[in-house]
C-alpha cells in the first residue's frame, strides 16, 4: 500500500503575510488544500496523514469535509523542531498501520502544483529501488566554493541535479533510516527528505522533475503560483 505523509507544520510569515504560507487563500482556497486534493484524488494513495500545527487542524478538517475521497485522511501528525523532525513524527503516527512492503510518499504543502501523473511515474520507477526522488537538471554553471568565497571547483553540471517533493520511500527502511539518523546525532542537521534514506545507504533512483512543481517560498513564487491559479 502507498501511504502519503503530507507536511503542512511550517509557521515561517517571511512572505510578508501574517499566517504560514501553506494556509494563505488563493483563488479562494488555501495553498495546502490543492495538494491535499491531489493526494486524496489518487487512486493509488491509500491513506493520508498530515503534519500540522494543532491551531490549524480545524480548517483542514472543514476542507476534508467537502473533498472526494476524504476518508483516505487517517490523521494528523504534530510538527517537529526541524522538517526532518516533523516528517519523523508522522512516520511514527502511521508505523502501527503499515506493513512491510508499504512505501510512503512525502510531499510539502508549499508545493501545491503536483500532478498525479508524477506520483504514478514514481510508482513505477519504485519498483526496482527503495526510493524515488524527481529531480530537475541545473541550467547554470555549478562551482564550489571555500569558506573565504573563493572559487575551488567546477563541477560537472550534467550530473548535478535539484531534488523535488514528493519522494516515495519503502516505510519501513526509511523509518530506520531516519532512527540511524537519530542516533548518530545528525538529524537536526538533514536539509532534504532523502538525505537519511541515501546516508543509510538506501537505493534511490531519479525521475525527470517537473518545473511547474515550484515550491512556494518567496513572495515572486506566490505571485507566480497566484497567476496561474486566477487566469
Known amino acids: 500500500m502507498l501511504r502519503a505523509l503530507l507536511l503542512s507544520g511550517g509557521k515561517g510569515t517571511r512572505l510578508g503575510e501574517d499566517i504560514p504560507k501553506q494556509y494563505i487563500k488563493v483563488n479562494g482556497r488555501m495553498i495546502i488544500e490543492y495538494s491535499m486534493e491531489t493526494l486524496l484524488s489518487c487512486n493509488e494513495i491509500d491513506s493520508l496523514t498530515i503534519v500540522a500545527d494543532p491551531e490549524w487542524r480545524d480548517e483542514i478538517l472543514k476542507v476534508l469535509e467537502g473533498m ?25 503516527i502511521m508505523k ?5 512492503s508499504d512505501a510512503v510518499l512525502i510531499h510539502d504543502a508549499a508545493r501545491p502544483r503536483l500532478k498525479a501523473n508524477m506520483i504514478k511515474e514514481m510508482i513505477k520507477a519504485f519498483t526496482d529501488s527503495e526510493g524515488v526522488m ?22 560537472e553540471r550534467k550530473n548535478v541535479v535539484a531534488g523535488q517533493a514528493p519522494e516515495l520511500f519503502l516505510f519501513s527502511e526509511y523509518l530506520k533510516a531516519n532512527e540511524k539518523m537519530i542516533k548518530a546525532g545528525r538529524m537536526e ?21 517537473d518545473e511547474d512543481n515550484f515550491k512556494i517560498t518567496t513572495k515572486e513564487d506566490l505571485e507566480r503560483f497566484r497567476g496561474l491559479m486566477e487566469n
Open 68 to 92: 472526494k475521497c476524504s476518508e483516505k485522511f487517517q490523521g494528523f501528525a504534530d510538527p517537529g523542531e526541524t522538517r526532518q523532525l516533523s516528517i519523523y513524527n508522522g512516520l511514527l
Open 96 to 100: 502501527d498501520n503499515v506493513f512491510g
Open 189 to 209: 542537521s538533514i536539509n532534504g527528505s532523502t538525505e537519511p534514506a541515501f546516508l543509510s545507504g538506501m537505493d534511490i533512483t531519479t525521475i525527470p522533475g
Open 134 to 155: 524527481p529531480v530537475i537538471p541545473m541550467k547554470d554553471t555549478v562551482y564550489v566554493v571555500d569558506d573565504s568565497g573563493k572559487l575551488k571547483s567546477l563541477l
